[in-house]
């Protein structure tokens, strides 16, 4: 019974790493990509030195938070990880208004540099997104899986336990 949870979460916790790796590379690509605009373009400068800003501070954050293993640290305390799911929701939401920016700047200025940076923007994303509905899920099954398995122990246990007339039996036999 002991050793069900790791091996059902053996793949679990791989995938989780490789969604902390996709997470930060396409962070970083945000990154890039807003330090490219602000170069080259002086369209809404602000907004997006403002952008450029929000995502280097939550990539530090993301860095923090992930340091172990692609875990959440357990010496976290429950506000700071509930406040890290959070800034993680806002972000996809920034990130995905940066990717509509980018096409819409694409449209106008066309730059092989700006469809690039378009192209691994929306992949990065989606790709993010589609892996974060997947662990979910995931984690959900095995969670599943790892109680019936429990219980089904549980109740093999107590079928196997002699009840107090039988051991008062083979006791006086």
């Given at each position: 019974?002991?050793?069900?949870?790791?091996?059902?979460?053996?793949?679990?916790?791989?995938?989780?790493?490789?969604?902390?790796?996709?997470?930060?590379?396409?962070?970083?690509?945000?990154?890039?990509?807003?330090?490219?605009?602000?170069?080259?373009?002086?369209?809404?400068?602000?907004?997006?030195a403002i952008l450029l800003a929000l995502s280097i501070v939550y990539f530090i954050?993301?860095?923090?938070?992930?340091?172990?293993?692609?875990?959440?640290?357990?010496?976290?305390?429950?506000?700071?990880?509930?406040?890290?799911?959070?800034?993680?929701?806002?972000?996809?939401?920034?990130?995905?208004?940066?990717?509509?920016?980018?096409?819409?700047?694409?449209?106008?200025?066309?730059?092989?540099?700006?469809?690039?940076?378009?192209?691994?923007?929306?992949?990065?994303?989606?790709?993010?997104?589609?892996?974060?509905?997947?662990?979910?899920?995931?984690?959900?099954?095995?969670?599943?899986?790892?109680?019936k398995v429990n219980r089904g122990f549980e109740k093999i246990k107590m079928r196997?336990?002699?009840?107090?007339?039988?051991?008062?039996?083979?006791?006086?036999?």
């Amino acid at each position: 019974m002991k050793t069900t949870k790791p091996h059902g979460n053996e793949f679990f916790r791989g995938l989780k790493n490789f969604y902390t790796i996709i997470g930060a590379i396409t962070q970083l690509v945000y990154i890039c990509y807003l330090a490219y605009v602000l170069k080259n373009y002086d369209e809404h400068f602000t907004a997006n030195a403002i952008l450029l800003a929000l995502s280097i501070v939550y990539f530090i954050f993301f860095l923090i938070m992930r340091r172990k293993n692609g875990r959440l640290a357990r010496s976290t305390k429950r506000t700071v990880r509930h406040a890290y799911r959070f800034s993680k929701l806002i972000m996809n939401f920034v990130n995905l208004f940066i990717t509509v920016q980018a096409m819409i700047l694409t449209s106008k200025n066309f730059n092989i540099f700006s469809i690039v940076f378009v192209l691994i923007m929306f992949s990065s994303l989606s790709g993010k997104i589609l892996l974060e509905i997947i662990l979910f899920a995931i984690e959900r099954r095995i969670t599943r899986t790892v109680n019936k398995v429990n219980r089904g122990f549980e109740k093999i246990k107590m079928r196997a336990k002699p009840s107090e007339s039988d051991e008062q039996i083979s006791t006086e036999q």
